[in-house]
């Protein structure tokens, strides 16, 4: 006959082996998490230098409100999905979000269709937040700089205009 075996301490029935693995899994969390926080400040600052003083171009109206609040949504499936809050019901749940001047905000909208910003604090990042952010700022970038190309030709095609327009005035002089 086998012969039963003995739960007699914290060991014997795992609870120091989980203790451990629980207290690991804290300090991983929160290194990975302060880590995040290192990568998404500087990818908001390399972003704000990048612009140069500028805003952002291309990105969506997320109010859906006669007064447009643009920005991307980070935490999201995609980043134009529209600020939620029905008509006559306070204040939406707030959304992080990147502004037009390059900005991690938070962003919330009323039931007016007013929406209120706010600086994000380093304590309300999470660890999955630099991964978010990073897909929202290829996705925003992608449309910036289609939208600077888009308007650059039509000012190259401007100056065109304007240079035969001078030409032709210098050719009409007596």
């Not at 859906?64 to 006559?88: E, F, H, N, Q, W």
């Not at 959304?95 to 380093?122: H, K, P, S, T």
């Not at 996705?139 to 000012?155: C, G, I, W």
Request: aromatic share 4%; with cysteine; net charge negative.
């Amino acid at each position: 006959m086998e012969e039963r075996r003995r739960y007699e301490t914290t060991a014997s029935l795992g609870i120091d082996a989980a203790t451990e693995a629980i207290d690991e899994l804290a300090a991983i969390k929160s290194r990975a998490r302060e880590a995040s926080v290192r990568a998404i400040r500087g990818m908001m600052r390399a972003l704000r230098d990048g612009l140069r003083g500028s805003t952002l171009r291309g990105v969506p109206n997320l109010a859906l409100s006669t007064t447009p609040y643009r920005a991307v949504r980070v935490r999201c499936k995609a980043i134009d999905v529209p600020l939620d809050c029905a008509l006559g019901t306070g204040w939406g749940e707030k959304a992080l979000c990147i502004n037009l001047a390059g900005e991690l905000v938070f962003a919330r909208r009323n039931g007016r269709g007013d929406v209120q910003e706010w600086a994000v604090l380093d304590e309300e990042l999470l660890a999955e937040d630099a991964e978010d952010v990073a897909e929202a700022l290829v996705a925003m970038l992608k449309a910036h700089v289609a939208t600077a190309e888009r308007a650059s030709e039509k000012f190259v095609d401007l100056q065109r205009l304007a240079e035969r327009i001078v030409t032709a005035l210098e050719e009409d002089e007596p």
